[in-house]
């Protein structure tokens, strides 16, 4: 019996005790989890599916025409504020909320949701009390003052709130999540793990129970059961892409059967024309039995399907060096660089990829110069970082030859590779709360590693690693430091390892692409001379990457690094969009009254989309537009890195510009959040002004206006971005002929072309 089929059976049989309290509470509740199931899905599903697809526009009148028919839904209020509150759709909610509460100055419902519309958790609270005292069994303001209660951190009057909250109404979604996240806080994941089963058999069709259940159950160490989970949740919505990622990064250590049952679940609603995820995971089920060819064929189906190339990119290169093709496997990851990176000079790697390339033509063939060549192939990859595919040719030269030279590097591989893999482990440990003895202490966590080469490597090669001190930010370890960074640097490893003040230790482990060293140039008016390294393969990130947020770059003093698998996957979702016409119809922006309207950014009715198809890549060769995309969105990337270096040269050192940084920390009010978002609107700034498409930078930067919470500060720092833009726009409305001026700017900024962008740009300070 699968896990949620035998979770079901369980809970629909009887009453259950929720045990959000346990024994730490005076009380149990008790909550009829079968009725529950029995109530089945909400009839506003649709709307959710237009939402999650990015069709907002859709998904708005999708909810509107639900709100007729159905108007005392207060979940389908919910979602409906949701979705207009993702842009600047709020004073017009306050407008049709207060409305409401006018009217019915007596309903529960009408404080409750016009309550929720406050930033200010004073006011928040008020109305959600006055509806409790209106009825005291209101589901929703015990729950609203429940996660204010969370919030708080008065975690035993958190869990009486939303236990009551459950008890009234057992399918409140977001109550579950509420009552899962304060087991979190209180260290017990242990409880987290049995409210998310509970969670999950409550919504059986949609995925976020077993998801969280993955998640839990990982943090628990029982891998096996976040394996079923994950799975669970691919069966119940097969192209949800959170479900895929959780089978993928669960799978690595699967048998063959588990594989096949994920692939099954992930089936059912895809044939007869398979989504590239289904036919990604036949790629890595058929390398895993180890039928080479076949995998590759499907990974190739997969890539003209539509797979991101990070889905496929290590599997495919692996691959062919195991089945001799060198030639093949290095033109699949040549594929997915921007050209420029590996012609430019300034790259201190480029005579190792050029002969990388070379010897792995050579070494096709056969006889003694093959032999040769691979030699030379497998020094290279070994140079670059490329373990796998070095051990391989090594391998092959120590099989077929008595090459001392091949025993030797393969023994010098296996230590390397057992470093890094501990490595990783460690760290993943430390992220996911298993080792809190680290946690908190960078010198520790030094000790470990040094404990982990000896066991490895066979010699210490931390060593006394030199230590920069940044007063009220942190401490880290000098990249170029001898010891440990030393010795990842010698296998073409990126490493950062710090410590911010008074916080966690953070780190992250790629591979180099491209070390460009001591670039000149001017941006902005201001002259640079810096390190850029492009690094792919990311082992593990930092705490927030752990947390589901993902960076394309960090800038240092004097350096900064461009994740390159980030700029694939922007590569990718932008030609994806690109390729899609006939769902990007011309929208007629909407007729606005006064500057307020035209200024608005509540409703970009895919603006962002139509600028993706602007870029003309629907009519060009898939190749030809593939490449133009990896460069322009690699030069966004770098310029926005070299933004931030321009900030670096104005206000540090501190001492030599004092009233500039206490006028940055004065404007936001000493918000250490409020000067990271002003920093990401500078730094995006000089992209608009600089980069090679400013239309692209616009588009990343209206990519965080439907989800402006999610990722801050860069979404907090670009709305400002476009507040300032948008306001510079209306004043210039009459000049720019594309527009109409009657009508709202922000979706019509498709229209607008790059040198009026950089133009625009140009003027913002």
């Not at 025409?65 to 004073?91: C, F, P, T, V």
């Not at 030699?375 to 030269?397: N, S």
Request: glycine share 8%.
């Amino acid at each position: 019996m699968n896990a949620n089929g035998s979770i079901v059976a369980f809970v629909a049989t009887a009453t259950l005790c929720l045990g959000l309290a346990g024994c730490r509470s005076t009380e149990l509740r008790t909550i009829d989890i079968g009725a529950a199931i029995a109530a089945g899905p909400p009839a506003w599903e649709e709307a959710r599916r237009l939402e999650a697809a990015g069709r907002f526009e859709e998904a708005l009148r999708a909810y509107e025409i639900s709100l007729e028919q159905a108007e005392d839904d207060i979940e389908l209020h919910r979602a409906y504020q949701k979705l207009l509150m993702r842009g600047a759709g709020k004073a017009a909610l306050f407008d049709v909320y207060r409305a409401r509460l006018e009217r019915s100055p007596n309903d529960p419902a009408a404080h409750y949701l016009y309550g929720r519309l406050f930033n200010d958790p004073e006011p928040k609270r008020a109305h959600f009390r006055r509806a409790l005292e209106l009825d005291p069994a209101f589901p929703w303001a015990l729950h609203g003052l429940g996660t204010l209660a969370l919030e708080d951190g008065d975690l035993a009057t958190a869990r009486t709130l939303l236990s009551a909250a459950l008890q009234a109404e057992p399918r409140l979604a977001d109550t579950w999540i509420a009552a899962i996240t304060l087991e979190q806080a209180s260290g017990d994941t242990q409880r987290a793990l049995e409210l998310a089963s509970l969670f999950a058999a409550v919504h059986g069709s949609r995925p976020d129970g077993p998801l969280l259940m993955a998640e839990l159950a990982s943090q628990v160490g029982d891998h096996e059961r976040a394996i079923e989970a994950s799975i669970e949740a691919l069966r119940r919505q097969p192209d949800s892409e959170l479900a895929q990622r959780s089978v993928r990064r669960r799978l690595s250590t699967a048998d063959p059967v588990t594989w096949r049952r994920a692939l099954d679940a992930s089936r059912p609603g895809l044939r007869p024309d398979p989504a590239p995820e289904v036919l990604t995971s036949l790629g890595h089920y058929h390398a895993l039995l180890g039928h080479s060819w076949r995998a590759i064929r499907r990974f190739r189906e997969a890539q003209a399907a539509g797979a991101r190339p990070t889905d496929i990119l290590p599997a495919v290169r692996r691959l062919s060096f195991e089945l001799g093709d060198y030639q093949g496997g290095y033109a699949a990851w040549k594929r997915t660089v921007p050209p420029s990176l590996l012609r430019a000079p300034e790259n201190r790697l480029r005579p190792v990829f050029e002969n990388l390339e070379r010897a792995a033509e050579a070494a096709m063939g056969q006889g003694e110069v093959a032999l040769n060549a691979r030699r030379e192939l497998a020094a290279a990859l070994e140079t670059v970082g490329w373990l796998d595919e070095a051990r391989h040719v090594w391998g092959q030269i120590a099989a077929t030859t008595n090459d001392r030279e091949a025993e030797n590097a393969l023994d010098r591989l296996e230590r390397r590779v057992a470093f890094e893999d501990g490595l990783s482990r460690l760290f993943k440990d430390i992220y996911a709360g298993r080792r809190p003895d680290l946690a908190a202490s960078l010198f520790a966590v030094i000790e470990e590693l040094r404990s982990l080469s000896l066991a490895t490597v066979g010699r210490d090669v931390v060593g006394d690693p030199p230590i920069q001190s940044y007063f009220l930010i942190g401490d880290i370890l000098d990249p170029d430091g001898a010891g440990l960074m030393q010795y990842l640097r010698e296998g073409n490893r990126f490493f950062l390892l710090g410590q911010e003040s008074g916080g966690a230790v953070q780190a992250t482990l790629m591979s180099i692409v491209s070390h460009r060293e001591r670039v000149t140039l001017e941006r902005g008016g201001t002259p640079l001379q810096f390190d850029e390294i492009v690094c792919e393969s990311q082992a593990f990130g930092g705490v927030a990457e752990a947390a589901g947020a993902e960076y394309a770059g960090a800038t240092f003093e004097g350096f900064y690094y461009v994740q390159l698998d980030s700029v694939r996957r922007t590569a990718h979702e932008m030609l994806r969009g690109a390729r899609l016409p006939a769902d990007l119809a011309p929208i007629e922006p909407r007729t606005a009254v006064g500057s307020e309207e035209r200024r608005s950014t509540w409703e970009p009715l895919g603006v962002m989309a139509r600028m993706a198809l602007s870029m003309g890549w629907h009519d060009r060769p898939a190749e030809e537009a593939w490449s133009e995309a990896l460069e322009l969105v690699f030069d966004g990337v770098a310029v926005h890195e070299q933004g931030h270096l321009v900030d670096v040269a104005y206000f540090l050192p501190i001492t030599s510009n004092l009233w500039r940084g206490l006028g940055l920390l004065t404007s936001e009010g000493f918000s250490a959040g409020g000067i990271r978002a002003t920093l990401e609107g500078r730094a995006q700034r000089v992209a608009l002004a600089e980069s090679a498409s400013p239309r692209l930078a616009l588009a990343h930067a209206l990519g965080y206006l439907p989800n402006r919470d999610a990722a801050p500060p860069h979404s907090d720092g670009f709305s400002r971005l476009l507040d300032a833009f948008l306001e510079e726009v209306d004043a210039r409305r009459d000049e720019l002929s594309a527009l109409d001026p009657n009508a709202n700017l922000l979706q019509q900024l498709d229209r607008l072309d790059d040198e009026s962008i950089r133009r625009i740009a140009r003027t913002l300070e």
